[in-house]
Antibody, heavy 122, light 107 residues
Framework: EVQLVESGGGLVKPGGSLRLSCAAS????????MSWVRQAPGKGLEWVGR??????????DHAAPVKGRFTISRDDSKNTLYLQMNSLKTEDTALYYC?????????????WGQGTLVTVSS | DIQMTQSPSSLSASVGDRVTITCQAS??????LNWYQQKPGKAPKLLIY???NLQTGVPSRFSGSESGTDFTFTISSLQPEDIATYYC?????????FGGGTKVEIK
């Protein structure tokens, strides 16, 4: 059974930093393209970024609102995805999900974690 | 970025009604469109992929279709358990983008 478990969320002041983790199990993590998607309270879904598998080059792409502030990384030896968030803004307040697609797909987000809440407030 | 204009933003229908939600892409995205269901307090669930393909295990009352840059999601007979917010998502170009969502309620 595929499981994605996010952690690391919390309350942080504007300008602060936070690192989110997503522990994966039930599939071959090293082959998977992994994404972060966030959802501000009462709002819709917003893609944050994606990291390809190392076999596909390990390319990382971030959405414009977070580019230069957030960094996605992975540790395939630990089956874990990360999101390093720096220079946080109040508008980054959201539930952050890690997600991945089923075998053979990249953006069909079939598997989701439960999310971890990040609150940016003074 | 490709904009996905989803409508309506909310709707209220009776059990057994046919429900239709549309998404219009700001440019050609071929059939690179998915539909998700999100129930309150839960993560989204993939229902339809590549515009019209039903994900395994999803009831057949859900369907999707496309016509150019216009995409339609249909629930043929609304059930109480279908109360949720539905989102479209294009993945033709990065960033992959979602529609604004449609909240479906029971009348």
């Amino acid at each position: 059974e595929v499981q994605l478990v996010e952690s690391g969320g919390g309350l942080v002041k504007p300008g602060g930093s936070l690192r989110l983790s997503c522990a994966a199990s039930g599939f071959t993590f090293s082959y998977a393209w992994m994404s972060w998607v966030r959802q501000a309270p009462g709002k819709g879904l917003e893609w944050v970024g994606r990291i390809k598998s190392k076999t596909d080059g390990g390319t990382i792409d971030h959405a414009a609102p977070v580019k230069g502030r957030f960094t996605i990384s992975r540790d395939d030896s630990k089956n874990t995805l990360y999101l390093q968030m720096n220079s946080l803004k109040t508008e980054d307040t959201a539930l952050y999900y890690c997600t991945t697609a089923g075998s053979g797909y990249y953006y069909h987000f079939d598997y989701w974690g439960q999310g971890t809440l990040v609150t940016v407030s003074s | 970025d490709i904009q996905m204009t989803q409508s309506p933003s909310s709707l209220s229908a009776s059990v057994g009604d046919r429900v239709t939600i549309t998404c219009q892409a700001s440019q050609d995205i071929s059939n690179y469109l998915n539909w998700y269901q999100q129930k309150p307090g839960k993560a989204p669930k993939l229902l339809i992929y590549d515009a019209s393909n039903l994900q395994t295990g999803v009831p057949s009352r859900f369907s999707g279709s496309e016509s150019g840059t216009d995409f339609t999601f249909t629930i043929s007979s609304l059930q109480p358990e279908d109360i949720a917010t539905y989102y479209c998502q294009q993945y033709d170009n990065l960033p992959t983008t979602f529609g604004g969502g449609t909240k479906v309620e029971i009348k």
